[in-house]
């Protein structure tokens, strides 16, 4: 573990707080300079996942994997794990290749997939099962000659560990955002922030994860005198009928509630760009 001590001081209600140390982010530990959150940029500037406070408005630094539409809800790609590629697209599930007991900090597992390349799991975290277990990583070395990698936690595990359980790795969920719009990636992918300016593919920008956002709407958002919660329908919100009904309650994420007052009656809004109040978990 590496530590990095900082002071938090606001400027004007506003900050930045570094995340825990992770690996594979060159000399961006320590930029604490005050970002415009509408800045996009080719080259890292923040650790992926720094966290910029505005005033009541929240923002996490973040990486695109495609091309982010401004005015979107984003998913943290790794979330959406149904290959057992090594090559970090969506996560790594294999075995362990060697045991670990009680206070260790490093897991050796077993590539099943293609290629681990080092540093594509830091900050994201593992789940060991089995033993019920789940752990941040700092950091993971490239795929050996044998098959094999090493994990580093950022807090050792508290239990042994045998060759019989199971390992999934799974990505920082800042570091491969995408703006998804088709088939189940779309309907299941799990929301981590907005984007409130265009990101082009593999360039950086901030993400917006609380406070208030204007994001795109379905399905006449506002209309109705009763439509306040809103959900994630391929990026855009929408208001969903019946959530209290039992054989129609919601599968689609909530994202937050309407910002802004619509009247008795209820009333669009102009353009279909939504103010929410979002809950994102920041």
Same mark, same amino acid.
């Given at each position: 573990?590496?530590?990095?001590?900082?002071?938090?001081?606001?400027?004007?209600?506003?900050?930045?707080?570094?995340?825990?140390?992770?690996?594979?982010?060159?000399?961006?530990?320590?930029?604490?300079?005050?970002?415009?959150?509408?800045?996009?940029?080719?080259?890292?500037?923040?650790?992926?996942?720094?966290?910029?406070?505005?005033?009541?408005?929240?923002?996490?630094?973040?990486?695109?994997?495609?091309?982010?539409?401004?005015?979107?809800?984003?998913?943290?790609?790794?979330?959406?794990?149904?290959?057992?590629?090594?090559?970090?697209?969506?996560?790594?599930?294999?075995?362990?290749?060697?045991?670990?007991?009680?206070?260790?900090?490093?897991?050796?597992?077993?590539?099943?997939?293609?290629?681990?390349?080092?540093?594509?799991?830091?900050?994201?975290?593992?789940?060991?099962?089995?033993?019920?277990?789940?752990?941040?990583?700092?950091?993971?070395?490239?795929?050996?000659?044998?098959?094999?990698?090493?994990?580093?936690?950022?807090?050792?595990?508290?239990?042994?560990?045998?060759?019989?359980?199971?390992?999934?790795?799974?990505?920082?969920?800042?570091?491969?955002?995408?703006?998804?719009?088709?088939?189940?990636?779309?309907?299941?992918?799990?929301?981590?922030?907005?984007?409130?300016?265009?990101?082009?593919?593999? !360039?950086?920008?901030? &993400?917006?994860?609380? @406070?208030?956002? +204007?994001?795109? /709407?379905? *399905?006449?958002? =506002? #209309?109705?005198?009763?439509?306040?919660?809103?959900?994630?329908?391929?990026?855009?919100?929408?208001?969903?009928?019946?959530?209290?009904?039992?054989?129609?309650?919601?599968? !689609?994420?909530?994202? &937050?509630?309407?910002? @802004?007052?619509? +009247?008795?009656? /209820?009333? *669009?809004?102009? =353009? #279909?760009?939504?103010?929410?109040?979002?809950?994102?978990?920041?």
């Amino acid at each position: 573990m590496v530590d990095i001590k900082q002071s938090i001081i606001a400027a004007g209600g506003r900050y930045i707080q570094l995340p825990q140390y992770k690996g594979g982010q060159g000399n961006t530990w320590g930029n604490l300079t005050i970002p415009s959150p509408y800045e996009i940029e080719s080259s890292q500037s923040y650790p992926i996942g720094t966290l910029f406070v505005c005033g009541e408005d929240r923002y996490r630094y973040v990486q695109a994997g495609n091309t982010c539409t401004a005015g979107r809800l984003l998913v943290g790609y790794n979330a959406f794990g149904t290959a057992t590629s090594g090559d970090g697209t969506t996560r790594e599930t294999g075995t362990i290749a060697a045991a670990a007991t009680d206070g260790d900090t490093t897991i050796t597992c077993t590539d099943q997939g293609s290629t681990t390349p080092e540093n594509v799991f830091a900050g994201g975290f593992c789940t060991i099962y089995w033993e019920f277990l789940v752990r941040r990583i700092e950091s993971n070395t490239a795929e050996s000659a044998a098959g094999t990698f090493v994990l580093t936690l950022t807090d050792p595990i508290d239990q042994d560990i045998d060759a019989a359980s199971v390992v999934s790795c799974y990505r920082d969920i800042f570091a491969d955002v995408r703006y998804l719009t088709s088939g189940v990636q779309a309907l299941h992918g799990s929301g981590c922030c907005v984007s409130i300016k265009t990101i082009t593919d593999a !360039y950086y920008g901030w &993400g917006q994860t609380g @406070g208030i956002a +204007g994001i795109a /709407g379905t *399905d006449n958002v =506002g #209309a109705g005198d009763d439509e306040i919660g809103l959900y994630n329908l391929s990026g855009a919100v929408y208001f969903r009928s019946g959530v209290h009904a039992s054989n129609n309650y919601p599968t !689609y994420q909530y994202v &937050g509630y309407i910002a @802004g007052y619509t +009247g008795h009656t /209820g009333e *669009d809004f102009p =353009g #279909a760009l939504i103010p929410v109040k979002l809950c994102l978990g920041e």
